[in-house]
Structure formats: structure tokens, C-alpha cells
């Protein structure tokens, strides 16, 4: 090291070797700790990124995924749907059922969820659906070439006349329940007339149940043969027993409010083998 003195001489400063090599060393390890910052920084930056990008990647699967959810819902209501109409063109022409499709429908509608490929033995809603739809337009396709009149194939126990005579205020299909408030199947119409109305039997037929029925109060149930029965609910009293001959228009019971109800109506479904059929298609 290099300095002048008072006099305007240049000394000479010795420094010492240590020093020059403790500072080297401190300005080495300085770099190396600034650049190991930076690239802790750089790949900081880069996981976020990557992170990020993660999470819209599952923002999007998840609306996709809610998407399909819909779409699934709604191919099985159209399925359980076309599986009620397929099934009851089949009973009123005698047709025969296809029945590893019924059996594929009914799974569909228990299995919870969506049929992911990870369930390799479950078939697509879509696939469901557009078997179902085939095979109910060949059905209808039979029906209509049909020679007969549709009544005079079915005769007496047709359920093709009103139970009661009043206004329809919940009808066939999907609703929202007036008890649970969610999106709820009704199998049935209800009719709003006053309490104690007769209720009429609606074919020719034999009471299988009367009683009382979990959620439908008084309850009264008639086979009419050929897959076919009706049931009347939420009845304030029953005029017919099990085991009873009915003939069509004989009173089975009177209007009331039993079972879960907001107030008198009757409650009536028609099925066919055991599946619910909608009503209205019957009535004159």
C-alpha cells in the first residue's frame, strides 16, 4: 500500500498477507451466499408459477367434473323416464321386455356418482340412455303399427277414469319437496279437493294393501292385473279391506290429510310392474 507522508514523500504501507486472504475469502463467501439467494429466489418464483398453474388446472377439472355431474343426473331422469314409458307401451301391448337393459338402467339409477372409467363394470349414463331411447322408439315404432285401438286391448282394467274430481297441484315427475326443500322424484299427481271426498277406484281390480304406509298415511293399494295397480293415498278413512273384489268407480276411501301432507288431497300413481307411470297419460 502506497501513501504520502507530511513532507510530500511516498511511503510505502505494508498490509499484511492474512488481511488480503481473510478479504478474499469474505468477498468469495459474500458472492456465494448473494448468489445462492438468487437462485433460492429464482426457484421460489418458479414453484409458485408451476403451483399456480396446478391449481387452475383443478379449478377447471372441478368444473368440468360439476358439468358431467349434471349431465349424468340429467341422462338417468331421462333414463328412469324412457324406462317407465318403455315399460308401460310394453304392458299395454304385450310386449316383451328387454331385460338386461332394465337391469342396466336400474344399476345406473342406484350407482351414487359419476361412472368413472376407474369402474370398469359400470356403463356410461350416455351409453344407458341412448340404449333406453332405441329401444323404447322400436316399442312405440310396434305400438303404432298395432291394428287394435289401444282401449279395446286393455278392456276393464284400464285405469282411465278421474279418483277425484279437482285440480292437480303437484305433478309426475322431479319437484322440490315441501318438506325436505330439495329436488325430490314424485311418482304420482295430487289432487286438491275438499276433506272427506269420496274417492273412487279408477278400474276394475282387488285391494292388495289398505292400511297405513310410511309417508302416505291411509293408503290403499288395487292390483288390476297384467302388471298393472293404482294407489290411493293420504286418505282420512278406508272403505274397502285386503283381499277385496273392486269393481271401477267403487269408493275405497275418502279424502284426508294423513301421512306427510300440507293439507287434504289425494295422492294417486299408477304403476306398471312395479314402476311408477305417470298418471295423467290415463286419465279422460
Not at 510505502?12 to 445462492?36: D, K, Q, S
Not at 331422469?77 to 328387454?98: C, D, I, P, R, T
Not at 284400464?158 to 285440480?167: L, T
Not at 290429510?257 to 279422460?284: C, D, F, K, Q
Amino acid at each position: 500500500m502506497v501513501r504520502h507522508d507530511w513532507d510530500g514523500q511516498v511511503d510505502r504501507v505494508p498490509i499484511p498477507v492474512r488481511w488480503v486472504v481473510a478479504f478474499v475469502i469474505c468477498a468469495a463467501v459474500g458472492l456465494v451466499t448473494i448468489a445462492g439467494f438468487a437462485g433460492s429466489y429464482g426457484r421460489m418464483l418458479i414453484k409458485v408459477q408451476a403451483f399456480n398453474e396446478l391449481r387452475s388446472r383443478q379449478n377447471l377439472l372441478e368444473s368440468q367434473l360439476d358439468h358431467t355431474r349434471k349431465d349424468a343426473d340429467t341422462y338417468k331422469a331421462e333414463v328412469a323416464s324412457l324406462g317407465s314409458l318403455a315399460s308401460e307401451v310394453s304392458a299395454l301391448y304385450n310386449f316383451k321386455h328387454n331385460a338386461s337393459l332394465k337391469d342396466r338402467v336400474r344399476n345406473a339409477s342406484r350407482t351414487p356418482g359419476l361412472p368413472l372409467a376407474a369402474s370398469a363394470n359400470l356403463v356410461p349414463a350416455s351409453q344407458i340412455y341412448a340404449d333406453t331411447l332405441s329401444s323404447f322408439q322400436v316399442l312405440e315404432t310396434r305400438a303404432m303399427a298395432a291394428s287394435l285401438p289401444l282401449h279395446n286391448r286393455m278392456g276393464a282394467w284400464e285405469p282411465d277414469i278421474w279418483p277425484v274430481r279437482g285440480r292437480i297441484t303437484s305433478s309426475f315427475g322431479e319437484r322440490i319437496d315441501p318438506f325436505q326443500g330439495e329436488g325430490a322424484f314424485h311418482a304420482g299427481i295430487d289432487i286438491a279437493v275438499p276433506f272427506g271426498t269420496s274417492v273412487h277406484v279408477t278400474a276394475d281390480g282387488v285391494v292388495v294393501f289398505a292400511g297405513i304406509m310410511d309417508g302416505y298415511g291411509r293408503t290403499v293399494i288395487v292390483d288390476h292385473g297384467h302388471g298393472v295397480q293404482t294407489l290411493y293415498a293420504h286418505m282420512s278413512s278406508l272403505a274397502v279391506a285386503v283381499g277385496q273384489q273392486v269393481d271401477r268407480d267403487e269408493v275405497v276411501g275418502y279424502v284426508g290429510e294423513s301421512g306427510w301432507t300440507t293439507g287434504p288431497h289425494l295422492h294417486y300413481e299408477v304403476r306398471i310392474h312395479h314402476a311408477p307411470v305417470n298418471p295423467y297419460s290415463y286419465l279422460r
